[in-house]
């Protein structure tokens, strides 16, 4: 049995500004920060880390009686034996962690919580308090980088060996990914410099950062993996993808081509069919549409179908995520042969990238998103990832091509904006999104090149 001792109060504050205002104080922070809801959970520093929350004894104080939150972030394949790199590496492997101090938005109101093994008292609480009331977050910053290029040939290389399998009837589907080492000048990137950018940035969805020490991984994923809140329990279908357009003609045009593309269509349904197996196993009561809806993201449009239900008596949030993850939009299909492949076919571990980051409360009720869209730093140097599907008839440049417009969303953390930095192989800019779609006129509704995954 491990006790818990959780004093939460309100502060007069904004969630951002406070966290800036605390995290000279703490080494370890750790960030769930939905752009479009309330939830928002910050953390700082460690109180303990917990393999389990059963047998948690939980003593609330203060003037809201408020479970503790605790942050999980979790590798996409952690019994990979590839090592991963070495920033990746740098990461403990914990399971749930309790901050020393959460800070926590409720209905347009901040909350600070002060999580100790023993009593919490009122004077330490009120110390926090005024800290983090004390000033506003920095204007964000645009930090100076260099990204490197990575090799073609290698990532050809690898595309054809996915379609050796899938031709050989090994798998329908699997989602490769690639990665790019990036440099800073002095005086580099901090965790704060990116949590701000990619806050201020146009992408939606939530922003995640884990900073362990120096090192920190960090993103914004539009992808929601599972959302728990009494028993009812929300998840998502994110399979499919388009470029968008700042015309609303022409971005109206590619998603209702994507919403008639069979191939899209096809994919989609493979990551429909796994996700209502899990959930009908652990739920009740779940309600799947017929057919996909889009969901649109200033560069890209992904087909998208909602699904909800009733967690059953005894089940909980972690046995859902843990089931659910990885989905066909992150391995592939099947999953367990997807898998195998990618240890195969991936030169490196992917570590944290396209694992889970989420936060749960001693009562069981959180959320979990996927962690694509993302990238690892120390400061000085990084890498930044993105993946996608692979299917038969897929064109390894056009595949090149789609990762690139991936990767700006990672960019965004060094406040470098959409395109600066991330080229196509020729090195020339991107003058549009609509050209990943093949044709010449990709608004008439040819094909999307553009298809599923990370």
Known sequence: MTKIYSYTTSIEANVLDAFCCLQGMFGDQFVYYDKASDARRLGLGRCVALPSLRNLDVQTQGEFAEDPVFFSFNRFDADNPKPADDLMSSFPRLLY????????????????????????????????????????APVPAQVPYELEEDSYEEWEAMVEGALSQIREGKLHKVVLSRRRKVRFDDPGLSSVDALLNLVASPAN???????????????????????????????????????????????????????????????HAFVVDFISHVVSRLCYDVEIPASPQLKELPQLQHLCTPVQGKIMSGRTLSELANQLHPTPALSGSPVGQAMMALRQLEPYNRGFFGGTAGFVNASGDGEFVVTIRSGVFDGEEGYIYAGCGIVEGSVPADEYQETNLKMRTVVDAFGGGSSDGVVPRDGAALQNDTELCHGAEPCCGAEPAVKEGE
């Open 97 to 136: 962690m309790l901050p020393e101090v959460v800070l926590l938005v409720r209905e347009g109101q901040t909350f600070l919580q002060v999580n100790s093994l023993g009593p919490v008292s009122e004077r330490r609480a009120e110390r926090f308090c005024r800290e983090a009331c004390k000033g506003s």
């Open 205 to 267: 969805g939530t922003v995640f950062l884990y900073r362990y020490d120096d090192v920190f991984f960090c993103g914004c994923t539009p992808e929601l993996l599972v959302r728990k809140v009494g028993d009812e329990v929300q998840t998502m279908c994110l399979a499919g993808t388009c470029p968008s357009s700042p015309d609303p003609d022409k971005r109206a045009a590619l998603g209702q081509a994507l919403l008639r593309d069979q191939k899209n269509l096809a994919e």
